[in-house]
């Protein structure tokens, strides 16, 4: 049995401790896929309460046969599609042109990379994907997101997301091509 | 060879995805393809952003306040249970009361209340047939209404003619659709605002 496992069995016979040792494993990974999803750290926050209540709600239905982790953001990726469904948010077409220059996430200071020069050179680079990544449609950024930020391997995200693997892997390079075009254009 | 036309396959070589032979083959291109090691590079710096990201700022008592969103949500669930079961509380109380003041047993309780509700509900049938004989009579006249229109109609059309009939069913489909179209315009205005 996972540690995920055994938690979520002391969660359901009322260990509130566990449910928080939970939260507090996932609070970090969950912000940082909700962020790029939303483009607003709050909205990320407000969003992972939510999921997290949800997840607490739904504890019965979790199979321990199924790994945590891809359980959880199947839950967050359905909440933002309700989200975005319910709200009728325009989706973001890839040919709409990159603005708004002071991004809005708040990203903490990135560990220092090997040479003064390419650090430079990558912080710049990790700012202009930040605000690429806003820009282009949810369908492929979402996926991004999961293989690159919360780094599920490709089979994971199929199954978060219900897809073929094949599928996964091709709209996560296409995405990864539109941010090229984009910092290119930019 | 394909490596040149296939940009996936950088990515997938740099995230380590490519099964052996294919890396084995993409690489002995590399080897002697300069302009596939100059996209290699740059790929590989971009590569290097996209999986260091930095993560999102959380703060420290994020997991306190879910977990009493959680509390407040389990106590608003389990609302509606308290005047239900202080309402039962009440009956019970009510019930033994009476049987300690009066000192008739609870089974006599328990019929005189039924019998007081059935009383009530004997009172009401005479009302209720009323209520119904006055439907009845509504319908009738409704129906005899509707008939006199239907035989009006049939007189009209028929002095009318077929062509009169098609007149009027053009007339009658351009105001239907008209008011079809308007009703929607009016909804989609009512959303927009």
């Known amino acids: 049995m996972s540690e995920d496992s055994t938690l979520v069995a002391r969660a359901l016979k009322g260990d509130g401790k566990a449910f928080e040792m939970i939260v507090r494993k996932y609070e970090q990974p969950l912000t940082n896929y909700l962020g790029r999803m939303t483009g607003e750290r709050e909205a990320a926050l407000d969003f992972a309460q939510e999921v997290f209540i949800k997840v607490y709600c739904s504890l019965k239905s979790y199979r321990p046969a199924y790994k945590f982790s891809t359980w959880l953001f199947k839950i967050a990726s359905n909440h933002l599609i309700d989200h975005w469904r319910k709200k009728k948010l325009p989706t973001l077409s890839i040919d709409q042109p990159v603005d708004n220059e002071d991004c809005s996430l708040t990203p903490q200071v990135p560990d220092p990379g090997p040479s003064v020069a390419r650090r430079f050179e990558l912080a710049e680079i990790r700012q202009k994907i930040e605000r690429a990544l806003d820009a282009i449609p949810e369908a492929f950024r979402e996926l991004f997101v999961l293989r690159h930020v919360n780094e599920f391997s490709y089979e994971e995200i199929a199954d978060i997301k219900s897809l073929p693997v094949g599928t996964v892997k091709n709209r996560v390079f296409q995405a990864k091509e539109m941010l090229r075009k984009r910092m290119e254009g930019s | ?193």
Do not use: Q
């Open chain 2, 1 to 193: 060879m394909r490596d040149c036309r296939n940009a996936e396959n950088f990515y997938l070589y740099l995230e380590e995805e490519l099964d052996p032979s294919e890396r084995r083959e993409f690489e002995a291109h590399l080897a002697r393809c300069p302009s596939c090691r100059d996209v290699l590079a740059e790929r590989r710096l971009l590569h290097e952003a996209f999986t260091s990201l930095p993560p999102l700022d959380v703060p420290p008592d994020f997991a306190l306040s879910v977990m009493d969103r959680i509390l407040e949500a389990a106590d608003e669930k389990a609302g509606w249970l308290a005047p239900l079961a202080s309402g039962l509380a009440a009956l019970v109380i009510g019930l033994l009361g009476f049987y300690i003041l009066t000192g008739e047993s609870l089974s006599d309780v328990l019929v005189a209340v039924c019998r007081s509700f059935g009383s009530g509900f004997g009172r009401l049938l005479p009302l209720l047939a009323k209520l119904l004989k006055i439907g009845g009579l509504l319908l009738d006249i409704a129906s005899g209404f509707v008939m006199m229109l239907g035989k009006g109609l049939v007189a009209l059309l028929s002095s009318l003619g077929p062509d009169g009939i098609c007149l009027i069913l053009g007339l009658g489909l351009v105001l239907s659709l008209l008011l079809f179209f308007g009703a929607k315009k009016l909804i989609s205005l009512g959303e927009k605002t």
